[in-house]
């Protein structure tokens, strides 16, 4: 077993990376984005928290989250969400013996990544790595044509032009390639 610790930091920033439990083919969250919106929207307003950056690929999304001053609570947030969002979904899936002896729905993988902020440069790395996404994945030539992403508020904030990144373009003579500034986070 593994020993792992997380970092609670009142007030702190964090990135998180949430999946699906069956990330093969599946688009659920593109297709249910109405209501993962309207689900982060009642946990918020009860549970404030900022979003710095969200983008919500079809099987899974990745955040950077600011709590307020004195609240350290991510994990209630997240736990929130998920079950929220699995709950209003019909029963479909197929689950394992696991699950059903633990009344668990087979929606979310049970853990997510997380990432404590550490200073300006980190925040803005993860910032633009929500942001790229989707060209990342082959979803969009361009970033500004995912439709499920904070790049647009940020857009209308003046913080990126709409051809940020680049996206696919033509070489001469040559095949396309993606120009995506080598932003990694690893």
């Not at 899974?60 to 989250?65: A, E, F, K, Q, Y």
């Not at 307020?68 to 969002?85: A, N, T």
């Not at 729905?105 to 633009?128: A, C, K, S, T, V």
């Not at 970033?143 to 696919?168: E, K, L, Q």
Request: net charge positive.
């Amino acid at each position: 077993m593994s020993n792992y610790r997380r970092a609670f930091v009142p007030g702190g920033t964090w990135f998180f990376t949430v999946n699906l439990l069956q990330r093969r083919h599946n688009d659920l969250l593109v297709r249910e984005i109405g209501l993962l919106r309207q689900v982060v929207r009642r946990v918020r307003d009860r549970y404030p928290f900022h979003i710095d950056a969200w983008v919500v690929l079809p099987e899974h999304l990745h955040c950077v989250l600011t709590l307020p001053v004195g609240d350290s609570d991510f994990s209630l947030r997240w736990r929130l969400i998920k079950s929220g969002f699995s709950r209003a979904i019909p029963k479909t899936e197929v689950l394992s013996v696991v699950r059903q002896r633990a009344g668990e729905r087979g929606i979310w993988q049970r853990h997510y990544w997380e990432h404590l902020i550490r200073d300006e440069m980190d925040f803005q790395r993860h910032i633009d790595y929500v942001h790229v996404n989707p060209l990342k994945h082959g979803l969009v030539k361009r970033v500004g044509d995912w439709p499920y992403s904070t790049f647009h508020r940020a857009v209308n904030a003046g913080i990126y032009t709409m051809d940020w990144c680049g996206g696919v373009k033509e070489e001469a003579g040559g095949p396309p390639v993606n120009d995506m500034r080598a932003i990694t986070l690893r």
